[in-house]
């Protein structure tokens, strides 16, 4: 089974745009489709991005997502950053029947 | 409204069993695929368990492969993870989830908590 892996921790101000980046250790990122998820503190993880680039229900624009072939990585981008934005995030892909996830990335809105 | 509750957890002894429980309602139960997902104290999520929606394909990750065994009612709308020989990085918060054909898991239960320990 492949990994993914993101950056243990990202920061920024209101207002602005943070990525977050999610690596496949093997096989070519663009074979299965990526997923994100949103976890606030006490909370279940809720799906923000699934499939690549859609937006799931309720989650507004600010938030999309990529696929960048070049470095076999997905990127969670958040514009206009927003202090409840403030969680943490994980991606996840799949193979054959099995998930996997990142280990998850702490956004911190300063 | 799509709803997952898990039941279940609690405090059970390295070695031991217990059987976890999700009840689900909101959504023709049948054609949805279905996923265990724990997430351990502090730490990330983990995805432990597949099975398809008649049943008749399951998954499983590395580290609970032959200990868990996942099964589903489709006449009751439940799904079930029974695990033995459980040990103590078996400690974690249990999810039952909604898997889509795509790998997406679309909805979440709030959860069942396990604690293995002496």
């Known amino acids: 089974n492949f990994m993914l892996t993101q950056p243990r921790s990202v920061s920024a101000s209101p207002g602005k745009t943070v990525t977050i980046s999610c690596t496949r250790s093997?096989?070519?990122?663009?074979?299965?489709?990526v997923h994100w998820y949103q976890q606030r503190p006490g909370s279940a993880p809720t799906a923000v991005i699934y499939?690549?680039?859609?937006?799931a229900s309720g989650v507004p624009a600010r938030f999309s997502g990529s696929i960048d072939s070049s470095s076999n990585s997905a990127s969670l981008i958040i514009s206009g950053l927003k202090t409840e934005d403030e969680a943490d995030y994980y991606c996840?892909?799949?193979?054959?029947?099995?998930?996997?996830f990142g280990g998850g990335t702490k956004l911190t809105v300063l | 409204e799509v709803q997952l509750v898990e039941s279940g957890g609690g405090l059970v002894q390295p070695g031991g069993s217990l059987r976890l429980s999700c009840a689900a309602s909101?959504?023709?139960?049948?054609?949805?695929?279905l996923s265990w997902v724990r997430q351990a104290p502090g730490k990330g999520l983990e995805w432990i368990s597949y099975?398809?929606?008649?049943?008749?394909?399951?998954s499983y990750a590395d580290s609970v492969q032959g200990r868990f065994t996942i099964s589903r009612d489709n006449a009751k709308n439940s799904m079930h993870l029974q695990m033995n020989s459980l040990r103590a990085d078996d400690t974690a918060v249990y999810y039952c989830?909604?898997?889509?054909?795509?790998?997406?898991?679309?909805?979440w239960g709030q959860g069942t908590l396990v604690t293995v320990s002496s």
């Open positions: 909101g959504f023709s139960f049948s054609s949805y695929e």
């Open positions: 499939e690549g680039n859609q937006r």
């Open positions: 989830v909604r898997d889509r054909g795509t790998g997406w898991l679309d909805y």
């Open positions: 099975i398809s929606r008649g049943g008749s394909i399951e």
């Open positions: 093997s096989g070519s990122i663009a074979n299965n489709y």
């Open positions: 996840q892909s799949f193979e054959n029947r099995n998930r996997v």
